[in-house]
């Protein structure tokens, strides 16, 4: 199962996102700066932005997926971090444990071809800038090499809970 929706905003919000991001501290881990492994407590100016943004599209995840019984789904964000690829760069194939989904927010994404994600067994997996890509977190996946351009993205794990 993979979801893909363009973030209708993505034009109007991406430069300020992008200048957020720069303000969000981060540690390299061989050309690939995220704050994934920093302190919970961090601050991250970029979520508060997009946040609300994201839930109106896990909420139009949730609708399309259990359509009548979408009114008793809670939506749980367990965490959130950016990936700021730079040249030369890529992330190992790797899955999400304690977690039921993951999301992937394609913010900055010039080559979208050579800097897209791969999925195990999946043909091809076609995101341009400004997609939000769900999938279950237990696919296993990876970041397609980033020879080129940086890429940026904003991905963060959910679960969903039945509140009735």
Known sequence: MLWI???KEHKSIKDKTVN???MTAGRNHGNLISDWYLP???PRPYWSFVHSIFLKYLKLFVKEYYKQHSNNIEIIIDNYWYQNYLKKSKHKWHTHCNTNLSAVYYLHLP???KQGIKIFNE???NVKEGDLLIFP???LHASKNNYNDQKKIIAFNFNLRNIE
Do not use: D, F, Q
């Open 137 to 139: 977190s237990y696919y």
């Open 20 to 22: 957020l991001l720069s």
């Open 5 to 7: 929706k363009k973030i």
């Open 40 to 42: 919970k407590n961090t």
């Open 123 to 125: 043909k091809a997996v």
């Open 111 to 113: 080559n979208p071809k």
